[in-house]
């Protein structure tokens, strides 16, 4: 169950978040209910870009259960869907995993 936070900048077009999930859930093989995005719009003017360019930048939360492979091929897979539709140039994007360790995520009231 990946949990995707996208930080984009605030602009007045607004990408359609079910198609990114419908798109990686046919990329990756996740059923689509497993998957969770949020899109954490910021205000450039509230924001220092070292580089200056509008790049967008996920965190993705996932068990450190799954293969490595596996959360490399999700994490260029989240790049590149998000890329897409929020109209990035290719290769742009910053994903950085967060694994979850075992026995540390409360999920219905159980730690998984």
Not at 22 to 32: A, D, N, P, V, W
Request: proline share 2%.
């Amino acid at each position: 169950m990946p949990c995707i936070v996208i930080r984009a900048n605030k602009t007045d077009t607004k990408p359609d978040i079910s198609g990114l999930a419908c798109e990686l859930s046919e990329k990756t093989g996740i059923r689509i209910e497993r998957i969770n995005i949020i899109v954490d719009y910021f205000d450039i003017s509230e924001a220092f870009i070292g580089s200056n360019k509008d790049h967008l930048i996920i965190t993705l939360w996932i068990s450190e259960t799954n293969d490595q492979s596996f959360i490399r091929f999700l994490a260029q897979s989240i790049a590149e869907s998000a890329e897409k539709y929020f109209g990035k140039e290719v290769n742009s994007t910053a994903v950085m995993c967060n694994l979850i360790r075992e026995g540390y995520m409360l999920f219905n009231n159980q730690f998984r």
